[in-house]
């Protein structure tokens, strides 16, 4: 098996990926992580998504791919430049809100209905305001992040705070945890529905 061989790309993807160099992106998402979302994405007919970090919306275009008709798709990032680059490409998709706001404030005001994926690809919702953001998925929803192996950028301490965050997720009582070591590391939780009664 051939995992950098990727069967159907989303149309836009190269052109984002060109421009993630034109402008000097450096965090941009990968295929890998792309893919993954995409495929739990379309396990979720008529969906509820939500993406905290949009970038230029490489992550986005592979998520939107993934989405029916009838899905609905939030992603906010807090730089207006790349908010742009992305609402130019996305904005007149009505399947999707593409938000410019600091992701913590967007997750503490949002009232709406709960989500079936939230990717968490900023320090909100990751490193900060987390649980506010797991109160956010429904049941049989999943959590997903990326960058969890070390990694030469990683500032001083960072290892740390990655460690904390994995072992808050692995002995969360609502969630199961995958962790691959894949791609820049990536962690699928599932939120588990509420545990029957004993009999
Ligand atoms: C790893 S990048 C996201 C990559 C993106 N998902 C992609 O597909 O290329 C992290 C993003 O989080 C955004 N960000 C950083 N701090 C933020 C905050 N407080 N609220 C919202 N977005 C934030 C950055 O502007 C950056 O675009």
């Known amino acids: 098996m051939n995992d950098t061989l990727f069967s159907s790309v989303p149309p836009l993807l190269e052109v984002l990926e060109q421009e993630c160099k034109d402008i000097g992106f450096t965090m941009p998402s990968d295929r890998h992580i792309g893919a993954l979302l995409s495929n739990l994405i379309a396990s979720k007919p008529g969906?509820?998504?939500?993406?905290?970090?949009?970038?230029?919306?490489?992550?986005?275009?592979?998520?939107?791919?993934?989405?029916?008709?009838?899905?609905?798709?939030?992603?906010?990032?807090?730089?207006?430049?790349l908010i742009d680059i992305a609402q130019g490409h996305f904005g007149k998709n009505t399947r999707v809100e593409i938000v410019c706001q600091d992701g913590g404030e967007w997750i503490k005001a949002y009232q709406g209905p709960g989500f079936d994926l939230i990717f968490a690809d900023a320090w909100p919702g990751k490193y900060f305001d987390l649980e506010e953001t797991l109160d956010l998925i429904k049941p049989g929803g999943f959590y997903v992040i990326d960058d969890m192996l070390p990694a030469d950028?990683?500032?001083?301490?960072?290892?740390?705070?990655?460690?904390?965050?994995?072992?808050?997720?692995?002995?969360?009582?609502?969630?199961?945890?995958?962790?691959?070591?894949?791609?820049?590391?990536?962690?699928?939780a599932t939120k588990i529905a509420d545990a029957p009664a004993d009999s």
């Not at 970090?53 to 008709?69: A, N, P, R, V, Y």
Request: charge should be negative; charged fraction near 20%.
């Open 47 to 81: 969906g509820h998504f939500l993406e905290l970090g949009t970038g230029i919306g490489l992550s986005l275009c592979w998520m939107i791919e993934g989405m029916d008709q009838n899905s609905y798709l939030y992603s906010i990032d807090n730089d207006p430049q």
């Open 153 to 188: 950028d990683w500032p001083e301490g960072h290892a740390e705070k990655a460690t904390v965050l994995i072992t808050y997720l692995e002995e969360h009582p609502q969630f199961r945890v995958t962790k691959m070591s894949w791609s820049t590391g990536i962690i699928v």
